[in-house]
């Protein structure tokens, strides 16, 4: 069954038609992965997934209900969490806080109520040793850690990944990966752009290519990367 199922969604601004079209579907339970060249409208996907704009045609629907019409809070609380290419966490706020926030917004309950599943997301993104730290003193590989944990503390059953492996080392990199890779395991469905294609493809089981809004490629990652097109359009090596 799929989760998420965009059907011939566009959005322009002005004259710049930035998403043209769009449709596919996510089953439930898979990670798929985003790429294309800059200004492709990879984010703006993600903002009309999220609610944070609104598509001028087409429909997209989130567990079987059309909620195209639905504010980003309402599709929050639904199920769809996410991720910001740039993290911005309440600096002087702990690592802790910045959760509680996080989920107490996104799931519309109070502090006590949402304590032990905020402790319990810290220690799966292993940054609960870091717990009562002020989020400006953490390092990028921990600011990534705290922008995928304030995603995981509203709880979502689709979780997007906007470009959070940019700017690491490899050593962190991989660290990154790996709970990635177990948040996947425990069942979530993930939609992850990503310019890092090894640390994307290590994880993603389907692959689908952005160019000028439309969509031009989805499938196997690995014949979407050898595809003549994509080593034309998004690497931009001639073949
Ligand atoms: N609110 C907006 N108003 C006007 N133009 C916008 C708006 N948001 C995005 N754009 C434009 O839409 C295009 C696609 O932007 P978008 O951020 O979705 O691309 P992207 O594929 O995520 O790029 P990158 O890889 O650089 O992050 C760009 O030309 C951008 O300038």
Redesign the pocket.
Known sequence: MSILSLKNVSKS?GA?T?TDDASFDVPEGQALGII?P????????FNLITGNIRSDQGNIHFQGRDVTKVSAMERCLTGIGRSF?IPQPFEKLTVFENLLVAATHGRNLSERDVRDDCADVLERTELIKRANVPAGQLSLLERKRLELSRAMATQPKLLLLD?IAGGLTEGECQALIRTIKDIHAQGVTIIW?E?VLHALTSVVERLLV?DFGKVIGLGDPDEIMASKEVQEIYLGIEV
Do not use: D, M, P, Y
């Open positions: 601004f710049l930035v294309g800059n200004g492709a409208g990879k984010s703006t996907l290419q470009e752009i310019h952005l």
